[in-house]
């Protein structure tokens, strides 16, 4: 029992082990630290990327002369997906709004979407008033808004989320942009 009490009291006083069991302990938590910051960079990057994108889908419907139609919508969704790069589910509005100042309110010229999100009415924008910008009357903008799923490449923290945009634009060469043909 001695020799098993000096063999022990020897073990505690060496020291000669301790690079190994700090590096046992520190590795995990500087990988753990590397894949969470990883993972930061990533969904500030892929929001990013969705903003550009519908910023640039934005971008071109504000450009738009003649009446769009179905299969412009359907190029534009097609677009975002692509630029996006999603891979989850996506969706895609589009919304052409008035401003009447007469009565303090946006009203719906029409609006489509594309994806598993309902085209929005008159009532849904009634009290938009805070989130578009200050117009005169009978002025037109064309919204644009776009949902994409975040699927974080390493579950350190960050979940799944949906990203939305909302962007607005004025048109540019025409009072307003039409869908289908203008009255």
């Known amino acids: 029992m001695a020799r098993i009490k000096t063999a022990l009291a020897g073990f505690a006083r060496r020291d000669d082990g301790t690079i190994a069991l700090e590096a046992m302990i520190v590795i995990p938590v500087m990988f753990w630290a590397f894949l969470s910051v990883f993972s930061v960079f990533h969904s500030f990057r892929t929001y990013s990327i969705n903003q550009k994108a519908a910023f640039t889908i934005g971008d071109a419907i504000s450009r738009e002369t003649a009446p769009l139609d179905d299969q412009y919508l359907n190029g534009a969704y097609s677009l975002f997906n692509y630029l996006s790069g999603a891979?989850?589910?996506?969706?895609?509005?589009?919304?052409?709004?008035?401003?009447?100042?007469?009565?303090?309110?946006?009203?719906?010229?029409?609006?489509?979407?594309?994806?598993?999100?309902?085209?929005?009415?008159?009532?849904?924008?009634?009290?938009?008033?805070?989130?578009?910008?200050?117009?005169?009357?009978?002025e037109r903008v064309m919204l644009v808004e776009t949902w994409a799923d975040y699927d974080p490449p390493f579950k350190t923290g960050i979940e799944e989320q949906e990203i939305r945009n909302f962007v607005f634009t004025r048109p540019r060469f025409a009072p307003r942009v039409c869908w289908n043909q203008c009255n």
């Open 87 to 138: 891979t989850g589910d996506t969706a895609l509005r589009v919304t052409s709004l008035v401003w009447n100042a007469t009565e303090n309110r946006f009203y719906r010229d029409w609006s489509k979407s594309r994806g598993p999100r309902v085209e929005l009415s008159d009532d849904d924008v009634r009290e938009w008033s805070t989130l578009l910008p200050v117009m005169p009357h009978n």
